[in-house]
């Protein structure tokens, strides 16, 4: 029995997880998972999922559940906070960790697995943007495995060689074809962008995914934060590295070869499916996502990325060139603002803009060690309410 611990699994990404593991009883026990502040939600689960052990980010949460678990006669142990989190991470029944929490906040309990030598089924991109130098060089000194569950990591890593560790080059791979749905905002003119909702930049097209994932879809933020995680995923330069939209989401992405070879993923739009091609990997197990039929999708299509409606994809490619914490700069401006959006005192083109000037404004530093992280997080914090202050007025 493989034992999983789900980080984040009162969530979009942890629901998927969790339906894939109770088709599989047989092979995966769930040893611990946890949450923010659904405390509803994780009584829920750990009545249908019985875990050794249920994490709340929150104390005053992981008090309620504690009460809400003794009152059904559960015996699951309660813990609190990041401590709790990075525990669960390493113990030693937990074989695989899902890293499924949103935001900077996953980092550490990503680490702490990481550090535990886990495979890290990883869906949590931020805490590789921020911290991908250190993060890889953990997962290569403790002998853990990274296998993203991003649908557009596991298509590439799905066509490249089961082993590309010598790098893309040796491996005759010129470059990966990035897709994008373009988000429910693919056709909005610019002008039209700064009256947008959050409610309509929750909506997207083809997939149902988390808030801040989704606004990050509307301003392609996200498709640029894959951009730096598929550089330190697969050692790719980001020249190597080609956004390319495609409003259907069936294909997943592509890697072009030398000899002229494109390979693609296709697959239904279900996070079931990269979810279950890591847990399983390298065998294959069956993810319950409904087979894709060709003949009712009919016509796949292919546009370049439009820069100037998305000025936060090019604001991505700029920080990887910058280097050190420009990507953790940029993904802690990017957090607040979307935050600020979503609590509507902030409109959706001053996204970008908050992003653009935290990133002008702040000087970067190696990002070799946790301190100097976490620092230039917080700074960028800082600096990212200040702006907002500004622009909003
Ligand atoms: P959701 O918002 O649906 O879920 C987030 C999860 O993280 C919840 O379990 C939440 O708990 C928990 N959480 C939130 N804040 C904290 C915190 N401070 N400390 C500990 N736990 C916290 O997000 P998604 O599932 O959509 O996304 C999760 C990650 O996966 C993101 O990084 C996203 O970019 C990535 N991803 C998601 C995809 C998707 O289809 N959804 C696709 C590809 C990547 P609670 O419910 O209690 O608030």
Known sequence: MIGVTVLGATGSIGSSTLDVLARHKDKYHVVALTAHRNVKNMLKLCADFKPEYAVMALSDEAEKLAVGLKECGGDTKVLAGVEGLEYVSSLDQTDCVVAGIVGAAG????????????????????????????????????????????????????????????????????????????????????????????????????WEMGRKISVDSATMMNKGLEVIEACWLFDAAPEQIQVVVHPQSVIHSMVEYLDGSVLAQLGSPDMRTPIAHALSWPERIDAGVQKLNLFDIATLEFEKPDFSRFPCLQLAFDAVK???????????????????????????????????????ELSYHDALTLDVILSDDKMARELADDVIKRVSH
């Open 107 to 206: 980092l550490l309990p990503a680490l702490a697995a990481a550090r535990s030598g886990k495979r890290i089924l990883l869906a949590n991109k931020e805490a590789l943007v921020m911290s991908g130098h250190l993060f890889m060089d953990e997962v290569k000194k403790y002998n853990a495995e990274l296998l993203p569950i991003d649908s557009e990591h596991n298509a590439i890593f799905q066509c490249l060689p089961s082993d590309f560790s010598d790098g893309l080059t040796a491996n005759g791979v010129r470059r990966i074809l990035l897709t994008a749905s373009g988000g429910p905002f693919r056709k909005t003119s610019l002008e039209a962008l700064k009256n947008v909702t959050p409610e309509q930049a929750c909506t997207h097209p083809n």
């Open 322 to 360: 910058f280097g050190g914490t420009a990507s953790t700069i940029l993904n802690a401006a990017n957090e607040v603002a979307v935050q600020a959006f979503l609590d509507k005192q902030l409109s959706f083109v001053g996204i970008a803009k908050v992003n653009q000037i935290v990133l002008d």
